[in-house]
């Protein structure tokens, strides 16, 4: 079967065998087995990868993250995310110390809308929007101007030739 991938040749050809081999079986779940635990964490899980505290709901978890995942009992999260979501949205801190300047960048992006992709917005405690800074003209300083907006500024004075001296 060359030039076809496993989804539409071989995958197809298994799907439809199984389904005649088990299709007269009955359906059985396995029972739980013992020592499992189920638990509401506040995750919000996505195709492209979540995001969350993965910790037990605290009073700043969105309703929408509440998620119940099971447990080996014992290996449960047993705090709440109080300290990952706070009243001013997520408290961000790196998991080691070195790496925490480059959250800090990332965060100061992501709270001006450099990472929102046009479907939401970040809130992170301690950053602010950065101000969009005005875009210069080719061959200016670069620097914004005094004046206030909707004035303009008197001309500069045009240089004069100077004549020159005969030797």
């Known amino acids: 079967m060359r030039g076809i991938s496993s989804a539409l040749g071989p995958g197809v050809l298994w799907r439809d065998y199984m389904k005649t081999v088990v299709a007269s079986l009955p359906p059985d779940w396995y029972p739980r087995p ?3 635990v189920d638990k509401v964490v506040c995750v919000n899980p996505s195709i492209y990868g979540g995001n969350g505290s993965g910790l037990l709901p605290g009073p700043y978890c969105p309703s929408t993250f509440r998620w119940t995942e099971h447990y080996v009992q014992g290996t449960e999260p047993t705090t ?3 300290t990952f979501y706070t009243s001013c ?3 961000l801190r790196a998991p080691f110390l070195d790496w925490q300047r480059d959250y800090n960048a990332w965060a100061s992006g ?3 809308g450099a990472y929102s992709y046009g479907r939401f917005s970040w809130q992170i405690c301690g ?5 969009i800074a005005p875009s210069s003209s080719p061959g200016s300083s670069g620097a914004p101007s005094a004046q206030p907006p909707g004035q303009t500024s008197p001309p500069l004075p045009t240089p004069q030739p100077k004549p020159s001296r005969k030797p």
């Open 110 to 112: 992501a709270v001006s």
């Open 89 to 91: 949205g997520i408290n």
């Open 127 to 131: 950053f602010a929007p950065r101000p």
């Open 80 to 82: 709440d995310d109080r």
């Open 34 to 36: 013992d020592g499992i």
